[in-house]
């Protein structure tokens, strides 16, 4: 058996595609749109990004960043997968 090293990336891109279906079943009455993603965003993703990166932060301050990711990809690449644009920026933090 061989040892295999984690990838942080990919991880982290399989956290955000779970959420955005856990996210998607939540609000499946609306079809998805919540004004209030990113808290809910951030609500999810607190605990298990604290284990992946060791990012201990409040709701509102990683709710705040997702923010900001998204004000990035929405100028820097519009239309692209918005999963590994907000690892690159997860990881890079």
């Known amino acids: 058996m061989t ?25 499946r009455h609306a079809d998805g749109a919540d004004p209030d993603w990113p808290l809910w965003y951030a609500a999810y993703l607190q605990a298990p990004m604290a284990a992946l990166l060791g990012m201990e932060s409040s709701v509102e301050d990683l ?26 920026f997860f990881l890079e933090r």
């Open 3 to 27: 040892d295999q090293t984690a990838d942080p990336t990919r991880e982290l891109e399989d956290l955000f595609r779970d959420t955005k279906e856990a996210h998607l079943e939540a609000f």
């Open 63 to 88: 709710a705040r960043l997702l923010v900001e990711v998204e004000a990035r990809r929405s100028v820097e690449a519009p239309g692209a997968d918005w999963v590994p644009t907000y690892a690159r």
